[in-house]
């Protein structure tokens, strides 16, 4: 068990459908990180929060928005939603912001399948 | 940009047979992460390299730093039926303020009881 919550495990909408996904991190770590994972496909890195700002971005859709809140959870919103966007969908934290160690710990995920 | 290159793409062996991947970049990294991924779960950190020519153990798994730091190698000895998964090197990007991580593609592991 890593530590990092997330919600729902599994989901399965429509095609043009808006879904929210939930983490909450390990207690005491500050930075929140959400990964794309298609399948076959390796970690596509979409977005990084720290304290509740925004530290970096990956190659994250127009489609797609996030937030981290005072309480260190964080959303990841999906809009507009399209096939291509059934995948597996993590959340990691890491105590520091700068992803200087690389050391992260992902949740289980949470399978979005679009139909 | 920076990438990873992990060879092989995918590995079928038998258990108790040693195995290697490693991963190479055109660019030099200053920190080498090996992860490991189980079927249905999320990666989790095997082994983290620091220092060039560093080579750190756990367990039955051993992993090096290249001395070049454009590459880095993961062994396991031994291997048994829950090494299966997908195993991951990563590193940080240092090139400008937005500091990513780094991941290859991955090797995907099946061992055959």
Redesign the interface.
């Known amino acids: 068990d890593?530590g990092?919550t997330q919600t729902p495990k599994h989901l399965i909408t429509a095609t043009g459908q808006r879904v929210t996904l939930r983490c909450s991190p390990r207690s005491g770590d500050l930075s929140v990180y959400w990964y794309q994972q298609s399948l076959d496909?390796?970690?596509q890195?979409l977005i990084?929060y720290y304290n509740g700002e925004e530290r970096?971005?990956?190659n994250i859709l127009e489609r797609f928005s996030a937030q981290q809140f005072p309480d260190l959870h964080s959303e990841l919103n999906l809009s507009s939603l399209e096939l291509g966007d059934s995948a597996l969908y993590?959340c990691?934290s890491s105590v520091g912001g700068?992803?200087?160690?690389?050391?992260?710990?992902?949740?289980?995920?949470s399978r979005l399948t679009v139909l | 940009g920076q990438q990873l290159n992990q060879s092989p793409q995918s590995m079928f062996i038998q258990e108790g047979e040693d195995v290697s991947m490693n991963c190479t970049s055109s660019s030099i990294f200053n920190?080498w992460?090996w992860y490991k991924q189980d079927p249905?779960?999320?990666?989790?950190?095997l082994i983290?390299l620091?220092k060039a020519g560093e080579l750190t153990s756990n367990g039955r798994l051993t992993a090096q730093f290249g001395i070049t730091r454009k590459d880095s190698f993961l062994n396991i000895s031994a291997s048994i039926p829950s090494d299966v998964g997908i195993y991951?090197c990563?590193?940080?990007n240092h090139a400008g303020n937005?500091?990513?991580?780094i991941?290859?593609?991955?090797t995907s592991l099946a061992v055959n009881p």
């Open positions: 890593s990092v496909q390796g970690l890195f990084q970096a971005k990956g993590f990691a700068g992803q200087n160690t690389g050391e992260l710990f992902f949740g289980e995920g | 920190t992460l249905g779960e999320g990666p989790v950190l983290a620091y991951f990563a590193g940080p937005n500091r990513k991580l991941w290859g593609l991955g």
